[in-house]
């Protein structure tokens, strides 16, 4: 499919972008280019190529789902510049 700068334009309007004269021609050739490349992986032959999750093929170890409080208040609150009673300290935003 080739795509020329009506079809640009139609597509602007459509994606409501504003696309000015001047560039419709070169984003049509854009276009062009990228259809022209999935047109070339199209042509690839992938019937007996098993889907790929992961470029290795290592397990994730797993573990057990328990819902903590994570008992390092401390180390948290070392890291900012104000804390009280177990609290972060901020300034006030909203009278």
């Known amino acids: 499919m080739a795509v020329d700068k009506t079809i ?10 504003n696309v000015p004269d001047e560039r419709l021609e070169p984003l049509a050739a854009e276009l062009n280019g990228i259809l ?5 992986l199209d ?8 889907p790929l999750a992961s470029v290795t093929d290592h397990a994730l170890p797993m573990r057990d789902d328990v819902v903590t409080d994570g008992n ?10 104000e804390s009280a009673s177990g609290f972060f300290v901020v300034p006030k935003v909203v009278e």
């Open 43 to 50: 042509e690839l032959k992938t019937d007996h190529v098993a």
């Open 8 to 17: 640009v334009a139609k597509i602007a309007r459509l994606a409501r972008i």
């Open 72 to 81: 390092c208040l401390d180390d948290i609150l070392s890291n900012v510049p």
């Open 36 to 40: 022209n490349w999935i047109a070339e």
